[in-house]
């Protein structure tokens, strides 16, 4: 269902009537692409965190979690390259006074070009734009914008400025006592979680004993001031990053590459998202770190978009941060080389970097899991929103709803609920018909609805609803537990 705004429209609505997410600083109007999660969103977050973490880490020998702090010593982001290199090529419409991205620009004309069928056009303009961006060739950009006739969406004109580039990351001051040679107080909001790991490689390695290969995960904010920042949390200007470095011994990274390549679109998979809303693009502009790249698209409302990149980064980063800090970055491996009978020895490890956004993530799963569907039969209409969310995702697991505020059944959901609470999250609900409760857990995306009547008073039975199928089957309270537990492992 690509390009489908009224879809998107409406799951960007049902975020808000649900719960979900927030305008930030919405009484004062908002603040452009930066959203806060509600009650329900932050849950749904907090589970796809865990989903990634538990995968990465407790189910990996070989891969140990950090969590290092935003603000880091501000020569960190010139070694890394951002200071000078963190730039996109942005170009302005002199009538609107609009500006675009060069590379959403050229690939929304391309877009237009698929829609209306021309397959084959789009692909060569990407093509085009692709060779000049690699080449830096921002005059040759200019010509081909012209020339193809592409428009301002707001002012409709061609009228264009030349193109510049435009740092995307945040600065701010760091009170008076830090003192760096030549920038004094400025300090960085880090645009990636990455750096964090690099700067504490031989922390982790030394003092966890972690033998090459070998990887450390982290999940935190990250800060970029995107310039078109529009289409809801798929581009935020303060976002969170899930980020794996896994560190090689050099000369093995196309292998490693392609095993992370491998391994993280099983990872979607797993989740029971069909592979068609998957594929992978490989990059032919390469980063200013890397030797290989490619990104895991997912079909969005808007079309397929990157939501993950897995980047073989060399030994750029630590051999940039030995050169600024002075400090060996160096790992000694002692295993022995068959090929000289020796061991490895001294090397700065080669990186296969895994890079998904977790708002992406979340914007995914959730477009994924939104339907409208009509129920409606001979005899009445009848329509329900539902979130078909992983079990093991649902913000609320199971809902306990009582037939009646009275005679002992609200005080019957109440211990079902206790005695399930530590568990999994559970929701009562007493108010409107359960028809009504039925329809706004569908809406949160709860797996099972329990309903607690007078038979439950005599034989312990209650009746469980699944959401999907939105059967009814009778069971034992007693069974309950391990019904809800199964669905979500
Ligand atoms: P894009 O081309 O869409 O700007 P990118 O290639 O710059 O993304 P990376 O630097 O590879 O992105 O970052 C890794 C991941 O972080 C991306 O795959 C994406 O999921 C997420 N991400 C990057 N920028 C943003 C953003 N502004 N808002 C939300 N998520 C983001």
Redo the contacts with the bound molecule.
């Keep these: 269902m690509a390009n489908d705004s009224n879809r998107f429209q409406a799951i960007i609505s049902h975020c808000k009537e649900y719960g979900f997410i927030f305008p930030s600083s919405e009484i004062y109007d908002g603040l452009q692409a930066v959203y806060d999660y509600g009650q329900m969103g932050s849950e749904l977050k907090k589970n796809i965190k865990d989903y990634w973490w538990k995968s990465m880490t407790q189910l990996r020998d070989n891969i140990v979690g950090i969590d290092a702090a935003i603000f880091m010593h501000p020569t960190t982001w010139k070694a890394s390259g951002h200071v000078d290199n963190f730039n996109d090529p942005m170009i302005d419409n002199r009538d609107s006074k609009k500006r675009y991205r060069v590379d959403h620009l050229i690939e929304g004309f391309a877009d237009e070009l698929r829609t209306a069928g021309n397959e084959n056009a789009a692909a060569q303009v990407i093509e085009t734009m692709e060779a000049l961006l690699g080449a830096d060739d921002f005059a040759g950009l200019k010509k081909l914008i012209e020339e193809k006739q592409i428009k301002c969406a707001v002012s409709g004109t061609c009228n264009w400025t030349d193109i510049r580039q435009f740092n995307l990351m945040f600065a701010t001051e760091f009170g008076s006592t830090v003192s760096t040679e030549d920038e004094d107080n400025k300090v960085y909001l880090r645009p ?1 979680t990455a750096q964090g790991i690099f700067v504490n490689f031989l922390n982790v390695q030394k003092t966890g004993r972690m033998k090459v290969p070998f990887g450390i995960a982290q999940i935190g904010k990250a800060f ?1 001031n ?1 310039i078109v920042a529009r289409q809801f949390i ?3 200007r303060e ?1 969170e ?1 899930m980020e794996m470095q896994f560190f090689v011994r050099p000369g093995t990274q196309q292998q490693w590459y392609e095993y992370w390549k491998e391994e993280r679109l099983k990872w979607h998979l797993a989740l029971g998202i069909p592979s068609s809303s998957y594929r992978y693009h490989d990059h032919v502009k390469l980063a200013h770190y890397a030797d290989a790249a490619c ?1 895991i698209e997912f079909e969005f409302p808007m079309g397929f978009k ?4 897995i980047h073989s980064r060399t030994d750029f980063d630590l051999k940039q941060h030995q050169e600024f800090s002075k400090k060996k970055q160096q790992y000694f491996d002692n295993e022995v080389d068959p090929a000289t009978g020796k061991p490895y020895g001294n090397y700065i490890p080669y990186v296969i970097e895994t ?3 977790l ?2 993530m979340f914007l995914a799963v959730l477009s994924h899991a939104y339907e409208e569907q009509d129920l409606s039969t001979p005899e009445k209409t009848d329509s329900r929103v539902v979130l078909k969310l992983p079990a093991a995702l649902s913000p609320i697991k199971m809902a306990v709803l009582p037939l009646n505020k009275k005679d002992g059944l609200p005080e019957i959901a109440e211990e079902i609920i206790a005695s399930c609470r530590n568990d999994f999250r559970c929701f009562y609900e007493e108010k409107d018909s359960i028809g009504k409760r039925y329809r706004r857990m569908d809406a949160l995306g709860t797996p099972f609805c329990v309903t607690v009547d007078y038979q439950t008073k005599e034989d312990q039975t209650v009746t469980i609803r699944h959401r999907d199928s939105m059967e009814q089957e009778r069971v034992p309270i007693t069974a309950l537990k391990e019904l809800v537990l199964k669905a979500m492992a």
């Design positions: 990636e970029r995107e798929f581009r935020m976002f990053q990104d990157e939501l993950e990149g890079s998904i956004g708002d992406r």
